[in-house]
């Protein structure tokens, strides 16, 4: 990374962290299921069906608007096939990298239904003025007991009975991408506190998207001796191209 490029990046977040303002976060709702679904598909169609029948997505359509509840549906279906039963009893959940927060449905869905939502650069801005945050924080006041908290995760404390994280930064190629600076790449200190805040028997569930990431992340859990294979991604409801794997962690409860 250029120091000329990342001299800027790094102000331009401490610009976004200061200058907090937001205009009104809202979009178009979906307003019904069947307005997302009737272009998926037929097996993701059938998922789908499977998932309403199964968990109780009455508020959705109210709520997201339409790509978010289709990505919403994915993060379900991926919640059910890969949390090893491990979501539904947990009491408190966090999510890292929330973004907008906007997959929060999914989550409080699959359970637990409190959850934490943290985003580094929560104040970044959408064309009509409004911020991550307040549409994290819109989304949070949707399920009682969830929250959304912009800043680092290394200043949360635990514990968690399940923490998700979704595409963390284990190569600096994507934090460049999204316009961050250098010196938030820290991967190692960032998988050593996440896996601290994870309660005796909590379950950590970690994305990661293409072959290299997921080799830098099976990398960062074997320097913290953590026992983990990952696993292709596999859902029909899948809005992205290149291929996903997961790994599925649980904290020994002794």
Request: with cysteine; hydrophobic share 45%; proline share 7%.
């Amino acid at each position: 990374m250029s120091g000329a490029r990342d001299f800027l990046d790094d102000l331009a977040l401490r610009a976004r962290d200061h200058l907090r303002w937001s205009a009104p976060a809202w979009q178009w709702p979906a307003r019904t299921l069947q307005r997302v679904t009737h272009a998926l598909s037929p097996e993701a169609q059938a998922r789908a069906t499977a998932l309403a029948a199964r968990y109780d997505l009455t508020a959705w359509p109210r709520l997201l608007s339409r790509a978010q509840l289709h990505e919403n549906l994915y993060v379900l279906d991926v919640l059910d096939r890969l949390g090893g039963g491990t979501t539904a009893g947990a009491r408190r959940g966090l999510d890292v990298g929330a973004k907008d927060g906007a997959t929060l449905a999914a989550r409080v869905a699959a359970g637990p239904s409190t959850w934490d939502l943290i985003e580094l650069d929560a104040h970044r801005r959408y064309l009509d003025l409004s911020t991550r945050r307040a549409h994290g924080q819109r989304f949070a006041r949707a399920f009682p007991g969830c929250q959304y908290i912009g800043g680092s995760v290394v200043d949360l404390g635990g514990p968690y009975d399940v923490i998700t994280w979704f595409l963390p930064f284990v190569r600096p190629g994507p934090l460049r991408a999204w316009g961050l600076p250098a010196r938030c790449f820290e991967p190692a200190r960032l998988c050593a506190h996440v896996v601290s805040l994870l309660a005796p028997g909590g379950c950590l569930l970690v994305i990661n998207q293409g072959e290299s990431e997921r080799d830098a992340q099976a990398a960062l859990f074997a320097e913290r001796d953590i026992a983990v294979t990952a696993q292709p991604v596999l859902s029909p409801l899948s809005p992205f191209r290149l291929p996903r794997f997961f790994f599925r962690w649980t904290r020994p409860a002794g």
